[in-house]
Each structure stands twice: as C-alpha cells, then as structure tokens.
C-alpha cells in the first residue's frame, strides 16, 4: 500500500515538473537586429489593444488600435517611439480611412492628455526596415509616434488609459480590457530601456 502512494506521488511530482517547465513564460521584451539597416530594435512582446464600438455602420462593428513601445538603437543613438496599428472589423478596403486622424493622436493617462505627432506611417520612418510588432489583421495602417521614456513611464503608471483621434470627428478609444499583460510589458520595457 505504502508503495502504491510513493509511486502515486512520484507520478504526480514527475507531471507537476513537465507543465511547469512547458509554461515557463515568454520574454516581455524582444531585441532584434534589423537586417537592412543594422539598428537595434526593441520592444515590448505585448501591446495595448483598445476598442471604439461603431455599431451604427453594423452589428457588432468596431475599430481596434493597438499601441506598443519601440526602441531603436543606431549605433548608441537612442530614440523611443509609440507603434500603433489600427484596422476594423469592417473591411473597407481603404487604408485611407482607417489612418484618418492619426496624424495626431492624443493619449488620455489617468485624465492627463498627451499630444503625439506623427513620425512616419512606415517602419522606415523610425529607422526599421520591417514592421516591429505583428499585424493582427491584414488591413492594418500603421503609425509611428516619437516619444520621451518620460512619457512611456507616465504612461506605464497610468490606471486609466485612452486614446483619442484628432479628425474631423474626433474619436474615443477604451480600453479592450484591463490590459494587465501589456501594462506589466510597458513597465518591463521602460526598465529595461531606462534602468
């Protein structure tokens, strides 16, 4: 009897030490070598994810934009950027409409607003010659905003988050959710740049 609880408790033990190491968890932060223009790019593994519902064009329309931190290093020169990509459940077809308004995008951080300008709407722009984070959809626009890592680490502290567009019709994105991974990926980030 004694036998059949040692082994029971060894097969147990044996299978708790196979998950833990298959679940061991992902990096937050992702250094990589552009291969064109030889600069360091870092950034965040996961970006904020915020919504607009757009139910008065249909049933269940909504627009998404992701915001992720970029760090580009060519050679000790140091620049900090803001990633965003936005795409809609709609398939317009039209990049246009999707990048109207993100010409200036103005960050909400527990009620604070923080103006953003364009760098570029390529990875070029920034000094990359690949996009930095992965499309979640194929019609994805992307932009590129320049930062500080004074405003990545206001950001990173904020308990509340939006954004807001600055077209025509100004529009108000929330929060997808509570964010938790790409908070705890924001704040990895800002010390891993800025120790």
Request: glycine content about 6%; some cysteine; proline content about 5%.
């Amino acid at each position: 009897m004694l036998s059949l609880k040692l082994r029971n408790y060894s097969s147990r033990l044996t299978l708790l030490i196979v998950v833990s190491s298959c679940s061991s968890s992902e990096p937050l932060i992702k250094d990589t070598l552009d291969p064109m223009t030889g600069a360091t790019v870092t950034h965040a593994d996961v970006p904020f994810v915020f919504y607009r519902d757009n139910s008065s064009t249909a049933a269940h329309a909504r627009e998404f934009i992701h915001l992720g931190p970029v760090q580009v290093n060519r050679m000790g020169q140091y620049r900090y950027f803001l990633w965003l990509g936005a795409w809609s459940t709609m398939q317009s077809g039209h990049l246009s409409e999707q990048m109207d308004g993100l010409e200036s995008l103005i960050v909400i951080a527990d009620g604070e607003p923080m103006p953003l300008m364009l760098a570029g709407w390529t990875p070029d722009s920034i000094g990359a010659s690949e996009s930095v984070y992965m499309k979640p959809a194929a019609s994805l626009a992307e932009a590129y905003y320049e930062v500080t890592v004074d405003q990545l680490r206001f950001i990173a502290g904020a308990s509340d988050i939006r954004l807001l567009t600055t077209a025509l019709k100004p529009a108000s994105y929330e929060a997808w959710d509570d964010q938790a991974t790409a908070r705890h990926s924001l704040a990895e980030f800002v010390d891993y740049v800025a120790p």
